[in-house]
C-alpha cells in the first residue's frame, strides 16, 4: 500500500482527524497558478479493511474534501452549489432531512453577509421554520408579536408528507474534527485556511454554530463589521446564551445600529425573560428609536412574566405603565397592566394603586366594578337590598378580591351607602361620580353637600371641576353650579375651562344673560377659544346684538389661524345685518382655502379654456411661471384642518354670493368669484353648474371671449335649449366669428334637426349668404315645421327682395308674406301681439307703410294676454309699435298724429 499524502498538515493535526493510513483513492491537482492550498480526507477502502485488524470505532466514512480560498463575495455561490462536487464529505446519519432546505437557509445567510438583508429581516426569516408545537405553546410569542423566538437545539422541519422531521444543530463526528482543525490553524495565526475550512463546514452543515463563532473570532480584529455580521448569526443558532446577546447589542449600537440592538435584546429577553434590566435597556432604546408601540408591549411582557414573589417590581412597572398608557389615551392596556397589581399581589395594595384604578374604570365606564373596587379597599361601604331580608353587603379589604358582588347586583339594589370622613378626597370624589353614573341621584345628593362644603376648592379644584361634568352630564345644572361657582371665585381655578363649564351651565338653566357673562369671561381668559366664541356670538344673535356676534367673531387672516366654521357663521351675520362689503370679504376669505384668487382679468384665459379643474389650475401655474410669478399668494391664511364645514353649506353661501352680486349689479366681483370656483376641487362634483354662473356672469360683465370659451364646454356635456340660448346670447355680443368653426365642426354630429343647423343658417343669413340660410331653413321647416323657422323663411326673403341685384322682387316678396302668414297661424292665439308687430315689421322694411300702419295699429289694441300682462317690462310690444308708428308718420310730416302715438304710449 502507498503512503497517505496530507498537504499543509502536521502529524497532531492527522492524529486529530482520525484517519489511517490506507490506499489513496482519489488523487489531487494543485493548480499552481491560482495556489489553492488542498486538504485530502481519504476514503475507507472496504478490501483492506477485511485484511486488517482495525477497531471500527475510530474512524468515520468520509470522501476527499477540497477547500477553495474565498473570492468576490463574502460567501461566494460557489459554496453553495458544491453539492456534486468529486470531492465532498457526506455525512452518514439516521436523519438525512438536514440537507432538504440548506439551500434556502444557504441563500438567507449568503444574503445576510452580502448586506442585502438586516439581521432583523434575517432573524424573522429564519425563525418561520420554528415547530408549530413550540409555537402554539410559547405564550411570549403569542403576546409579543414584535419580539422574536430563538431555535432551540434541535427543531423539527416538515416533511414533504406533511411529518416533521428533526434538524440537528450539532456537527456530526467527522465535520467535529475538521472544526478542530479550522480552530488550531487560527490559534497558529493561518487564518485564510482556517476561514476556509469553517466555509466548508458550513456549505455540509449550515445549522450549525461553531464555524460562524470561529469566522466571527478570524474577522474581529481586521474586519469588524464582518465579524459582527458572523457573531450575529452564530448567536442566532444558539440563542440561549443572553449575555451573548447584550455583547452583540452593545456592539451593534457602536456601529450605530440601534434596530439591531433592539432585536439582540429581544433575543436576550428571549433566553432570560424575568431579567429586568434588559427590559429596561430596551425601552430606552425603543423610546429613542420612536416605536411607542413596542415599548409599551415590553412592559407588558415584563409584568405578565414577574411572579407574585416579586411583588414591588410588579407594582412598580404595572403602575409606570399605567400611566404611560393613560397618557396614550389606552386604557384599555392601561387596565390590563393594573389588573396584574390586583391580582398577583392584593396584600400590598395601597390607595395609591386604588386611586389609578378606579381613575382608569371610570374612564372604560365601568362603574359597577369601580364600586366594588372603592368598598372593598377602603372605608366606603355600601347597603344593597336583598329579596329575602335585609342584609349589609359590606366588602371588606382583604388579602384576595372575590368576585365583583356588584356585578351580580342591578343598580337599584342599593339600599344605603356610606362615606366616612377618613376617605382620601380622590376617592371620595370618585365614589361621587360612581354613584351619579350608576343614577343613584338621592344617594349621590345626601353626601354632596359633604364634600363641598368641606373640601378646600383651592386644593381639589379638580376634583370639584370632574363632578361638575358628571352633573352637567346628567343634566343636573344647577347642582354642578354649586361645584362651579367656588371654582370659578377661587385663585387658583378662576381659569377659562372653568369659567366655559360655566357658562354652559347657565345656558343649561336658560339664564342667557348670566351665561353671556361667563362666555366672555372666557373669551377675556382665552382669546383663541373658538368653541366659546361662537357659543357667545349665538347668544348675541339671540339677544338681537348683530354687531356683538360678528366683532367676537373676528378672526386676523394674517396672526391667528383661522376656523372655518367660524368665517361661515360671521359671513352670514354680515350678510343678515347688510354689510355687504365685509360680507364679500369673509365669503372670498372662505373660499381661498380650495379656490385659486384670480389676480387679473389676463388670467381668466388661462382658467376658461381648460375643462378638468386639475388642468385649469395647471394652466394657471404655467401662465404665473412664464411671468415670473409665484402661484402661492403671498402671506396666505392658515387653516384649521380638524373643523370644517359641509359641501353643500358651502356651496349655498357661494350661490347667495353670486345672488346678491347680481342684484347689486357688481358684474365684476360675480365674474371673479365664479370664475375662482372654476378651479375649486370641493366643487368638483358641481363643475356644470358652476361653469352656467360663469357664463352668465360673462354676459351680465359684457365679458363674450371668455364666456365663449366657458360656454363651449358647457354645451359638449349638456345640450339643452338653455345651453344653446347661452351661445346665441354671447354669439350676439362678440367681437368676433370663432363660433363660426366650432358650429362646422358640429354640424357633421348632429341630427337631421338641431340647434346647430338653426345656428348655422342664421349665421349665413348674418354674413349676407342669403341662398345658403334659405336652403337651411326650407331644409329644416320640411323635417320639423314651426313659427321660429317660418319667421325666418320670411325675412330671409325679404333680405333678398331688398337686395338691388336680386330679380323677381315681386315673387320673393309673395313668397315671404306667405310663410309670414304661415307663423301667425303656427304662432297661435297666445302670440297675437307679437305676430302683428313682426308683420308690421316685415311691410315697414320694404316700404307698405299702410299695411305695416294696420298691424301696428293691431298690437296697440290687441289685449296682450295674461302672460303679456304679468311680464309687461318684458314682453309688451305697445311702446315699440307705437315708436314705429311715430316714425310712419314723421316720415310723411303728420306730426301731430306722431306727437300723440310718443305721449300716449311712451313714458320717459
Known sequence: MESNVYTDMDEEAQNKINVPSINQKDNVMVNEQNAITTVIIEELDESALSNMNVDMTEFVEAKALEIREITGDIIPESYFEQSNSAIDITVETDDQDILMTADEEDRLTKQFLNGELTFSEY???????????????DPFRNENEFEEIGTSKTVLRRGPRGRYRKKKRTLPPALQGLMGEANLRFARGDTDLAAQICMEIIRQVPSAPEPFQTLAMIYETDQPEKSLQFALIAAHLSPKDSDQWVR????SLEAGDIKQAITCYNKAIQASPKDISLYETRAQLLEKHGDKKAYLKGFSKLVHQLEPEDAGNVIKYAKMLAQRCMEENNNEQALEAMENIFSKCPSFITLEEVNIMTEILIALKKFKRCLNILTTYTTIWVKFKNDNKNVDVVTKKSGNEKKDDVEDRGIDEIEACGMPDDVVVDLKAKFLITLLELDQM???????????????????????????????????????????DPLVNSNNYSLAAVWLRHAECWVGCKDLKKAIKSYEVVTQLSPQHLGARIALAKLYQLWGQYN????????????????????YRRTLLLYKVKKYDEYFQSGMLLFSRHCVHVRSKVELSAISRPYAIQRRIDSLKLYRLSRGEKFEEENAPVFLSTTDLSEKSEFLLFLQMCKLACRLKRYGFLQRICMSALTSKRFEKRNAHVMFLCSLACIYNNDSYHGYNIVRHLIRICQTPNSWNLLNIIVQKAQDSRHNRFIMRLLGREDVFSYVHVMHANNCLVSATYKYALN??????????????????GITLFQMACQKSSAKKNQLIIQGIAFLKKYCQLRGEDGKQETYYNMGRAFHQIGLLPAAMHFYKLVLNEDPGDLVKNNSHLLDLKQEAAFNLHLIYMQSENYLLARMYLENYITV
Request: proline share 5%; charged share 25%.
Open 442 to 484: 338621592k344617594l349621590a345628593e345626601s353626601l354632596l353637600p359633604k364634600f363641598y362644603l368641606h373640601e378646600n376648592p383651592e386644593i381639589s379644584g379638580d376634583l370639584f371641576l370632574d363632578i361638575a361634568e358628571t352633573l352637567m352630564g346628567k343634566q343636573e345644572f344647577e347642582r354642578a353650579l354649586l361645584l362651579l
Open 776 to 793: 337651411d331653413y326650407i331644409s329644416l321647416f320640411k323635417v320639423a315645421p314651426s313659427a321660429l323657422l317660418a319667421l325666418l323663411i
Open 548 to 567: 356683538k356676534a360678528i366683532d367676537i367673531l373676528n378672526q386676523d387672516p394674517e396672526s391667528d389661524t383661522l376656523d372655518p366654521q367660524v368665517i
Open 123 to 137: 432573524s424573522s426569516r429564519m425563525d418561520q421554520d420554528i415547530d408549530l408545537e413550540t409555537v402554539e405553546t
Open 248 to 251: 452583540l447589542a452593545n456592539m
